[in-house]
């Protein structure tokens, strides 16, 4: 899986597409020392989404002790803050994240499956809604 994700990396960096991969680099908690590895952002109720494939991963805690970094892809590094989500907005991330890029794996609940049925799924797969200096400022407005 390590080569598989600096493979991801490198080819973000260079600009190249890799799907719907983009690289986000956090502050690690322990290290301080700035930490990237690749996720899938997603689409759902008009904001952007991070849903962890596993609970355990580096970057959630990561993110969960200082949300701020940078995610890249596209052609473009973007400043970003992390935050948690619960309730019926991670619910819809969680189907979002299940329909486009699980397709059946690492959650429980099937894709199609009815967005409270994804409760289940949250205290193994959190989410996090990607806020933009633009996106922070649109929600103040």
Do not use: C
Not at 52 to 59: F, P, V
Not at 64 to 79: M, N, Q, V
């Amino acid at each position: 899986m390590r080569a598989l994700n600096s493979a991801v990396r490198l080819a973000v960096r260079l600009g190249l597409p890799v799907g719907r991969a983009h690289v986000l680099t956090l502050t690690g908690r322990a290290s301080g020392a700035l930490r990237s590895t690749p996720v899938s952002p997603i689409r759902s109720g008009g904001r952007r989404w991070l849903v962890a494939s596993s609970g355990a991963a580096a970057w959630v805690a990561n993110a969960r002790a200082d949300g701020s970094g940078t995610l890249r892809g596209r052609g473009r590094t973007e400043t970003v803050r992390l935050v948690e989500t619960r309730g019926d907005q991670a619910y819809s991330a969680l189907k979002a994240f299940a329909e486009e890029v699980a397709r059946g794996r690492w959650l429980r609940t099937p894709p199609g499956s009815p967005v409270r049925e994804f409760a289940a799924d949250l205290p193994d797969h959190p989410v996090f809604e990607v806020l933009t200096e633009r996106s922070r400022t649109a929600e103040g407005a």
